[in-house]
Each structure stands twice: as C-alpha cells, then as structure tokens.
C-alpha cells in the first residue's frame, strides 16, 4: 500500500478505531492516533494510562515510537481522535509533548488530521500551525 492511496478519511477512521484500545480508567477521556510513514504503511496507537498518573502515555506519542522503533523515521500525517468515554465532540490537539516528539522526526508541513465526528470529519493543520517554534539542538 502505498502513501497516496491513503487518505485523510481513512486515516482519521484507523485513529477511531484505535482509540477502542485506550486504557483510560482515571481520566476516561480515550484517545487514538493513527500515524501514515512515507513508506505507506500505518501505526496506531491509543493512550495507556497509570495509577501514578506521570507514566501515562498519550496515543500519539504511542504510535510514533512504534513506528521508530519498527525501523520507520519518516512521516507523512497523523490523524488524531478524543472524547469522553469514546464520545467525540469535536477536536482533541495533541499535547505539547507529543508537538514536541512530532517535531524529532517531522518538516513543518507535517500533516496534522483533527478528527471531529465519529464519522470521520476531520479539520487539517500542520505541525508548523501547531508549534512554529519548536526546540532543536
Ligand atoms: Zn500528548
């Protein structure tokens, strides 16, 4: 499969479906991500939380570091899905952090898929949108 055969749509729909996979039973808030590489494939990943709250994961962060450590350091897009109890009402933007981890691997114009509705509406914007000065070494 290959990057182009994807679409937003599928990829906001692959993010929905992870985030069933959330553990979250302090917050209840899941959270799903699904991350396209410019190879083509997809990783997804959902929020896993813990009783001592710092070691709690956001599914963004979950999906990329699968990917990097599947041998994939290239990407293309991330579509990003949220709500209480699985109930998506509007956007969820990933956090700081995960803008930040987005930011080791990923060019300003890295695509950023907001989803909306359980349907798979989605509003777009681009790493750059979200942290124009992002920290570098
Ligand atoms: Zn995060």
Redesign the pocket.
């Known amino acids: 499969m290959t990057e182009n055969k994807i679409t937003s749509r599928e990829l906001a729909l692959a993010a929905i479906e992870a985030m069933k996979k959330s553990y979250s039973p302090y917050s209840n808030f899941t959270v799903g991500a699904a991350l396209l590489t410019k190879s083509g494939k997809v990783y997804t990943g959902a929020n896993i939380e813990n009783a001592s709250y710092t070691p709690t994961i956001?599914a963004?962060?979950n999906a990329i570091f699968t990917a990097v450590h599947n041998g994939e350091r290239e990407f293309s897009a991330i579509a990003i899905v949220g709500g209480l109890k699985g109930d998506i009402k509007g956007i969820t933007a990933?956090?700081g952090?995960?803008r930040q981890v987005m930011s080791e691997f990923c060019s300003p114009d890295f695509k950023v898929i907001l989803v909306t509705s359980s349907e798979g509406e989605y509003e777009e914007t681009t790493l750059g949108e979200l942290l124009p000065y992002t920290f570098k070494l």
Do not use: A, Q, S
């Open positions: 956001c963004e962060r990933p956090c952090v995960c």
